[in-house]
């Protein structure tokens, strides 16, 4: 099988400027209860999203028609918590390719990576400055480029490098798929169990 | 140069190296559970594979389960789907499952341990952040999302970059009422949420050493919550004397060869890491949370930091907290009212915390504002807790003895906090909405729990232990 590619993506930005964003708040737990992988945008950011009659909340910024993109850019420590792989399913499914942030949650990355879905790790001043493009221009694009590992401000040209381990970047640009790579290598699986000794 | 204990046991689980990329690490005890399974099962089914080691792998239902009349059959369809779906997979794959009737069910991390299932220098996973609990018997145990369950169902095997090593030394004599739980409160509220990130933590010294079997496992159970992907302590005879015996531990001189290998389970000496702390044992206080994140606690005696101790950049974070807890920055934590007491969860739904609950709340009566809900984190912590006759004295003192389960920790089940109203709870997150859309959640420990639970607003437990 086989994950959806990434190579580059040029895009307006989603702006969450808050900091320790945890999986409970991505999707809480009360909408884990599916046997599938589809289906979880519905329910990201639910009750920042939504209200308890179930309306719209007008000021959170994916009920705000200004935002729209395939880039979300958050605060520092995004994603930590749980280790639930569906919040980083209904950020995806929710049409998010990339998220932006100074920090990252172990976990959440793993599971991000996994899925198709970059996390594009910047310092805290470029950061800032994304936001503050953002602020100036809802529309501002920004452009992702895996291959060279770089993301940049399209408005200003400011740029700056990413790290991601190359094993990670060679599945994504080329869509290879962990457990196909861990089936191929099962005779040194067997071999390792034969080895052991305690 | 020497190895730490995390290597050691890291190490001799790596089938292979990949350059440039993370190790393939093999695991030994694969535990799962019935919300983050069903689609790493539907891809096995895709790939058309079975499981590669189902002898491995240990199933229970815990996430969903009611906690009262577990008899029946689960009112919520999606709940009952679920659980279902965990049955019908463990018998497709000859996997061993305890189910919600059987005498082993509970909290996957609190069967792991007390079935011997967990044990020394193994590598443990889990889709479940809290499997860092295990790494009390000086096992390297994390938590992994679905797609990563799969691997290990596919193959045994995981891809993970091995993180950095840090040791947090804490010496020293606990105080009165001080409990493992304030230990771990008080390191993550020193450290943040994201102190540990891309750390394995070592826990050394006396303040560690010197405690149970079960107060190790709630240290290790929160190391998850400073952002750690799991903690460990060496094991030692306290750790050798509660595995032995139990129903999956070796036997015999299976038993003799394991714990030559599980003595030899410590850092050495001129061992290496890459970050170290130390702290104090006699400086913490029983400790309480007052934000939306389990590093925003304080020593209960203490108050909410005031906004001019904030960096600037810190500022609209906390604020926001602040409004969805509805309290006042700079205002005093004792005697805030409390409507509702929680003791359970991976956390602390051990026998040990029961009957530090128990003790305390002996002879005594729960508040009335007060609506409790006491959950073992196990059938067989139900079953001990009822010999010891622990339930007839939470009965006595008024509170409820419910049945085994993740329950109002992250609330799949009924049990969840009303809106607005504001919970003690023994469990691990008081993320917003974590016990429920709109509850207030303060995590505190069982002592702690019990003394809010007696008064009716956040009381230091010491005031009642000062009086025995």
């Not at chain 2, 606990?174 to 990130?197: E, F, M």
């Not at chain 2, 933590?201 to 919550?225: D, H, K, P, Q, W």
């Not at chain 2, 400073?226 to 070796?250: Q, S």
């Not at chain 2, 067989?380 to 003192?397: H, T, Y």
């Amino acid at each position: 099988m086989s994950i959806e590619k990434f190579i580059t993506l040029k895009s307006p930005c989603v702006p969450l400027p808050i900091e320790n964003v945890d999986t409970d708040q991505i999707i809480p737990a009360r909408f884990l209860k599916a046997t599938t992988r589809d289906g979880f945008g519905e329910n990201l950011f639910r009750d920042w999203r939504y209200d308890k009659q179930n309306q719209p909340v007008s000021d959170f910024v994916l009920n705000n028609s200004l935002y729209s993109g395939k880039i979300l850019v958050a605060g520092k420590n995004f994603g930590s918590g749980s280790s639930r792989e569906h919040a980083a399913w209904a950020i995806h499914d929710y049409g998010f390719k990339v998220v932006v942030s100074s920090f990252f949650a172990d976990i959440f990355k793993n599971n991000a990576l996994n899925n198709g879905l970059l996390p594009v790790q910047v310092s805290e001043g470029f950061l800032k400055k994304i936001f503050n493009e953002i602020q100036k221009d809802t529309k501002v694009l920004v452009e992702v480029n895996l291959e060279n590992q770089t993301i940049t401000i399209l408005s200003t040209g400011e740029k700056e490098s990413f790290e991601i381990n190359n094993y990670k970047k060679e599945c994504l640009l080329n869509g290879y798929d962990d457990i196909d790579y861990l089936l191929s290598i099962k005779d040194k699986i067997v071999e390792f169990e034969q080895s052991r000794t305690v | 140069m020497g190895k730490t204990l995390f290597d050691k046991v890291w190490d001799s689980h790596v089938v292979t190296q990949i350059e440039g990329g993370p190790s393939v690490l093999y695991i030994d005890r694969h535990l799962i559970h019935e919300v983050t399974s069903p689609q790493a099962f539907a891809g096995l089914d895709q790939r058309g594979i079975q499981v590669f080691r189902p002898q491995n792998t240990v199933a229970t239902p815990d996430h969903n389960v009611p906690t009262l009349d577990q008899h029946l059959s689960i009112k919520d369809q999606l709940s009952r789907i679920q659980v279902n779906k965990l049955t019908e997979n463990t018998k497709k794959h000859g996997i061993q499952l305890f189910g919600l009737t059987h005498k082993y069910q509970g909290i996957v991390h609190v069967i792991g341990p007390e079935l011997g299932l967990t044990q020394p220098g193994m590598t443990i996973v889990c889709g479940d952040s809290h499997t860092s609990t295990h790494g009390a018997f000086g096992s390297v145990a994390f938590g992994i999302g679905t797609s990563e369950v799969e691997m290990v169902l596919a193959t045994q095997c995981i891809l993970q970059p091995k993180p950095k090593k840090m040791r947090i030394t804490i010496n020293g004599k606990l105080g009165k009422g001080v409990t493992s739980k304030d230990i771990i409160l008080y390191i993550i509220s020193k450290i943040s949420t994201s102190g540990a990130t891309g750390y394995f933590v070592e826990y050394a010294g006396s303040a560690f050493t010197g405690l149970s079997m079960e107060g190790r496992m709630t240290v290790c159970n929160m190391t998850i919550e400073m952002g750690a992907r799991g903690g460990l302590i060496a094991p030692d005879e306290v750790t050798f004397e509660y595995i032995k015996g139990r129903e999956y531990a070796p036997k015999g001189k299976d038993w003799d060869k394991k714990l030559e290998y599980w003595k030899s389970l410590k850092t050495d000496k001129d061992a290496v890491f890459d970050k170290e702390l130390v702290y104090d044992a006699a400086d913490i206080e029983p400790m309480i949370t007052y934000g939306t994140n389990p590093g925003m606690g304080k020593g209960i005696t203490g108050s909410i930091p005031s906004l001019s101790e904030l960096q600037e950049t810190e500022r609209p974070t906390f604020q926001k907290s602040m409004k969805y807890m509805n309290f006042e920055p700079g205002s005093k934590l004792i005697g805030k009212p409390v409507d509702y007491v929680f003791l359970g969860s991976c956390t602390n739904g051990r026998i040990e915390d029961l009957r530090a609950f128990a003790n305390f709340v002996k002879g005594k009566k729960k508040a009335d504002s007060i609506t409790a809900w006491i959950v073992p984190g196990s059938k067989q912590v139900e079953k001990q807790a009822k010999e010891e006759g622990i339930d007839k004295i939470l009965e006595e003192a008024g509170f409820e003895f419910r049945q085994p389960g993740c329950s109002a920790c992250l609330a799949m089940n009924e049990d969840k906090i009303p809106e607005g109203k504001y919970a003690v709870s023994t469990t691990n997150r008081n993320f917003e909405g974590r016990q429920g859309p709109g509850a207030r959640t303060m995590l505190a420990s069982p002592l702690t729990a019990a003394a809010v639970a007696i008064t009716g607003k956040i009381t230091d437990p010491r005031e009642f232990l000062a009086e025995v």
